[in-house]
């Protein structure tokens, strides 16, 4: 390898309270004291994570980077044969700050092509990030705890572990009264381009209901509002599949997510106890 890599990746966290952010970019410094970045220059994904942000908010985060950046970019090229200068520019940039706008530990990478490495790294750590299957079910958690507040019902629910000590399964949405665990709802996210893809996450949790039917803890009620995959024969085919096995449990209910808003509703308030 002709260069080593230094690279560090860029968070937005508007809600430090929460913990929660998402990779917008990459920042990257060579061996040979060559400086590169790349942002991510979309706000549809972004926003849709953070639901009640002002889009202005992240874009002016995000300019601002941008420009420093720049400016940065500037920097390290006036000064490319004073490594312990660059060096010390770059951690000073990762630095851990009390802002929106965070950097990562850094990490390290060997490679021959810098800016093929840092498009790599881009993919992995930005794009990658937000088409997991993980990223796209936390979107739809958020967007069924919006909607729940709007109805009046978020208050019933809290997330909670169903199971033993031996084994638990994690439900964003679980209402329990009179100590019984009357309804837990789980979004689910079958958007992947690939049949076998869908099959593994829908067998996963077929394998969970099991569990809790073996050890009776399932929820009286249990709803998966599902994303389904885009149309295609093979991809439909493996979802309606998973729907079905998931719905071969007694208690186990499944909606799509592109219902209306109000028709989402009225199938969690069908299974909850009277609702005053």
């Known amino acids: 390898m002709k260069y080593i890599c230094n690279y560090s990746i860029l968070r937005f966290l508007p809600y430090p309270e929460t913990g929660e952010f998402v990779n917008i970019g990459v920042v990257v410094l060579a061996s040979n004291g060559e400086f590169h970045y790349q942002l991510d220059r ?7 994570f953070f639901k009640t942000l002002d889009h202005k908010i992240y874009l002016r985060a995000r300019d601002e980077v941008r420009a420093e950046l720049t400016r940065l970019e500037s920097f390290f090229t006036e000064r490319k044969g004073e ?3 660059s060096i010390s520019a770059f951690k000073h940039l990762i630095h851990p ?3 929106m706008m965070r950097f990562s530990d850094p990490g ?3 490679t021959n092509d810098i800016k093929k490495t840092l498009a790599e790294l881009y ?3 930005v794009n990658h990030s937000f088409a997991t299957k993980e990223y796209q079910e936390r979107v739809l958690e958020r967007e069924l705890g919006s909607l729940l ?3 009046n019902l978020k208050q019933r629910y809290k997330e909670q572990k169903l199971g033993t000590k031996l084994y638990e399964v994690r439900f964003p949405f679980v209402m329990v009264a009179d100590e019984k665990v009357h309804q837990a709802i789980k979004p689910l996210y079958f958007g992947q381009g690939d ?11 077929v394998s969970k209901m099991k569990r809790l039917k073996a050890i009776k803890r399932l929820a009286k009620d249990t709803l998966f509002i599902v994303e389904p995959p885009s149309d295609g024969l093979k991809l439909m085919a493996a979802f309606n599949e998973v729907v079905s096995d ?3 449990f007694a208690g186990v209910r499944v909606i799509s997510n592109r219902a209306s808003n109000a028709e989402i509703v009225d199938e969690i308030k069908a299974g909850l106890p009277s609702i005053t």
């Open 42 to 48: 979309t706000r549809q994904r972004v926003t849709r």
């Open 83 to 85: 490594i312990g200068r």
């Open 97 to 99: 700050r009390e802002t």
């Open 108 to 110: 390290s990478i060997g």
């Open 123 to 125: 993919e992995h750590y």
């Open 149 to 151: 507040a709007v109805a």
């Open 195 to 205: 049949s076998s893809k869908i099959y593994d996450h829908g067998d996963a949790w």
């Open 246 to 248: 998931l719905e071969g």
